[in-house]
């Protein structure tokens, strides 16, 4: 389903800033939408209420428009209906934690940040036991889990499990890093914000929305990889320049462009074209990678049943990855995530549960 370059929770066309604005994406990554997002909008919605992640007041005000579900559906586009709706809850999921681990943060909570971070860990690794937890951070994430590996073989699931203990561990970083000040230097800074930004847990999803584990082989070959890395780093640099005002406001330490200010001397402007230089260079680079891993795929079909399935799931996953480009770029001039001058506080999300998290 072609989408127009509008949000899906809207009839009025966005107005991208042309400090933002990135006209090789919305001429060339023509903007893709599963046909279940409908129901998928209204689904995690639900799921949002059952697992009390958001009070009933926030979700009614804020789901819709923090367009979540868009993103999901924009990404995998070729995944089950059943396998979107677990990653797009998920998703949501993962929105959820970012903001309680950013409230810890503000508000000084060290002991139910490492509570927190050690019940996710044990949930990760038995979610079935988990699914009742009184947390319903834990129990919402031990729901999604459990849901997620219920698709591929036991040895995706161990993968994923991997790949996401390292993304709980650099939020800790993150969370000693915001507590202790310290902003970090760019090569330091890009090496976290691979993990903390998931690139590889959303590139194992690929595999769930091409029904097929792809072996070591084809996913550790360098002509799939570096695409696969590619739209991940051009999803975290765009967040990056799309949320600077944003972590600014909320005296964050974590942006490409917080560091090349501290550490490389630039001015906010210049650093600001510097993030821009690096996004769009990904942008031109992932189109040649994109060919290296087409041509890939089509050495695999060898004439077997094995060689024709995992040419075509190499094929989806890479379309999928090409989704993301238009998919993350919408996201940002669509969603209520980042929408700060419309805020009261500038450093406080509406859209957060205060109440919850301890704040009075």
């Known amino acids: 389903m072609h989408a127009f370059s509008h949000g899906t929770t809207s009839s009025t066309a966005v107005a991208v800033p042309p400090s933002l604005a990135l006209p090789v994406i919305e001429d060339v990554f023509p903007r893709q939408l599963h046909p279940y997002w409908p129901k998928l909008q209204e689904k995690t919605r639900a799921w949002l209420l059952e697992k009390r992640l958001m009070p ?30 677990a990653i797009a809850d998920y998703s949501a999921w993962f929105f959820v934690w970012d903001d309680r681990h950013d409230r810890d943060i503000v508000h000084g909570r060290p002991d139910d940040w490492r509570r927190l971070r050690h019940r996710l860990h044990a949930a990760l690794d038995s979610p079935r036991h988990h699914l009742a937890h009184p947390d319903p951070l834990v129990a919402g994430f031990a729901d999604s889990v459990l849901r997620l590996y219920s698709f591929l073989p036991r040895t995706w699931n161990r993968r994923f499990a991997r790949h996401f203990h390292e993304v709980i561990e650099a939020y800790d970083r993150e969370f000693r890093n915001r507590t202790a000040g310290h902003v970090p230097e760019v090569e330091e800074y890009l090496a976290l914000r691979r993990l903390t930004f998931a690139h590889w847990i959303w590139t194992d999803l690929l595999e769930q929305s091409a029904g097929c584990e792809l072996p070591d082989p084809i996913r550790k070959h360098p ?67 994109e060919r290296e ?68």
């Open 56 to 85: 009933a007041d926030k979700v009614r005000e804020y789901a819709d428009g923090l367009c979540y579900t868009d993103l999901m559906a924009g990404y995998y586009t070729d995944a089950g209906e059943e396998v979107l709706q």
């Open 223 to 289: 002509a799939y990889r570096r695409p696969a890395l590619l739209s991940q780093e051009f999803a975290a640099w765009y967040n990056d320049l799309c949320s600077l005002p944003k972590e600014i406001a909320g005296d964050e330490v974590h942006n490409l462009g917080i560091s090349l200010v501290t550490h490389e001397g630039l001015g906010l402007e210049e650093a600001v074209d510097e993030v821009r230089r690096r996004v769009e260079e990904c942008i031109s680079e992932f189109l040649e990678a």
């Open 293 to 360: 891993a087409l041509r890939l795929a089509d050495g695999l079909d060898d004439g077997t049943t094995r060689g024709k399935e995992l040419s075509t799931a190499v094929r989806v996953c890479v379309g999928n990855m090409r989704n993301w480009f238009s998919s993350v770029y919408w996201f940002h001039h669509e969603s209520g995530r980042y929408m700060v001058d419309s805020w009261d506080d500038r450093s406080t999300p509406p859209y957060v549960n205060n109440e919850a998290a301890g704040e009075k």
